[in-house]
């Protein structure tokens, strides 16, 4: 059932290889976003990131769970023939972890079938004491944008086709670009920071979008803002309180028997950007929880996201529906 309402560096040099994946059609490294590789306010924490396995459900083939995170990356997944559109991916996990696989690395293969390049983001977490702890994820996003968007060259891109998806609490991030790509949450560093930060356009799957305590994902809301945040905080971070007219065009995907994030964080953020005039599609499905992406989604109404947001990338003109498969 569905609502619908309609710096002078080049690339080599900035290339700070942390590892390898290969659920892609090529090897794929991670890129550190930061010329210094570790981000704005982090530099003294003495912290070591952590990579937790999870237990496989579903069609999961790898399940991963990232922790104190300093050094911020985008990992690129890059199709064999790029038709020029860009997703950065940002996975949720209650601003307590990154969940960089579900709701990661396996929707970037899917991307890749349309041609779409993909980039999975791990960004800094409010949780770790990072200082302006709860711009630390805006930073991260506002840089990936621009970092994509500054080398669509070398990648076949183009740069007014670099959009962003987010999960869960990934959404919140995503929906805070979407609405705070202007406010400068970090002193400029390089080059990379002239380029525009707005996402051409956001795909948000189940997301926190709220800090109302009425309504907010308790989780997050306090791993953001703490335990007893001011009236000021939570109205800055309640992204439904912020869209304007340059919001970009939106696609949200819901399940109704969600018992993690209130439904009213999708419904009022959908209201909010028709009573702004902005291109947006409210997708409700029958069931799926939470959290579920792609692979765990398997034998549920929600499952369908996917099938939704191709026709609604297509009607962008950000992917050919008629493009075979990779």
């Given at each position: 059932m569905m609502a619908r309402s309609f710096l002078k560096y080049s690339i080599p040099s900035l290339l700070t290889v942390w590892g390898s994946v290969g659920y892609s059609q090529t090897l794929?490294?991670?890129?550190?976003?930061?010329?210094?590789?570790?981000?704005?306010?982090?530099?003294?924490?003495?912290?070591?990131?952590?990579?937790?396995?999870?237990?496989?459900?579903?069609?999961?083939?790898i399940d991963r769970a990232v922790e104190k995170i300093t050094i911020p990356t985008l990992t690129p997944f890059l199709p064999h023939r790029p038709n020029g559109t860009a997703i950065i991916l940002c996975p949720g996990g209650a601003y307590q972890r990154v969940v960089i696989d579900v709701e990661g690395s396996d929707i970037a293969t899917w991307l890749n079938t349309m041609g779409i390049s993909a980039f999975v983001l791990t960004y800094r977490l409010p949780?770790?004491?990072?200082?302006?702890?709860?711009?630390?994820?805006?930073?991260?996003?506002?840089?990936?944008?621009?970092?994509?968007?500054?080398?669509?060259?070398?990648?076949?891109?183009?740069?007014?086709?670099?959009?962003?998806?987010?999960?869960?609490?990934?959404?919140?991030?995503?929906?805070?670009?979407?609405?705070?790509?202007?406010?400068?949450?970090?002193?400029?560093?390089?080059?990379?920071?002239?380029?525009?930060?707005?996402?051409?356009?956001?795909?948000?799957?189940?997301?926190?979008?709220s800090m109302d305590p009425t309504i907010a994902h308790t989780g997050s809301k306090t791993n953001l803002l703490g335990s007893y945040p001011s009236q000021i905080l939570i109205d800055e971070y309640s992204s439904e309180k912020h869209i304007k007219a340059k919001t970009p065009p939106t696609f949200i995907a819901v399940a109704k028997d969600d018992a993690s994030v209130p439904f009213a964080n999708s419904q009022s953020f959908h209201d909010s950007l028709l009573v702004h005039h902005i291109a947006s599609e409210l997708h409700i499905y029958e069931n799926g929880g939470h959290g579920k992406g792609i692979c765990k989604a398997l034998g549920t109404d929600f499952a369908n996201w996917t099938v939704d947001c191709k026709v609604w990338l297509q009607k962008l003109r950000l992917v050919n529906l008629s493009e075979k498969k990779e």
């Open positions: 794929q490294n991670k890129i550190a976003i930061w010329p210094d590789s570790t981000g704005p306010g982090s530099v003294c924490l003495k912290i070591k990131q952590t990579i937790t396995h999870r237990t496989l459900t579903g069609t999961c083939t949780v770790d004491g990072h200082r302006n702890k709860e711009s630390v994820p805006l930073q991260d996003a506002q840089r990936a944008i621009r970092y994509v968007k500054y080398h669509a060259a070398t990648w076949g891109l183009d740069s007014s086709k670099v959009g962003i998806l987010g999960a869960s609490a990934g959404g919140h991030v995503v929906s805070m670009l979407a609405t705070h790509f202007e406010k400068q949450v970090y002193d400029p560093l390089d080059t990379i920071d002239k380029i525009d930060a707005k996402p051409s356009f956001q795909i948000l799957l189940y997301p926190v979008i």
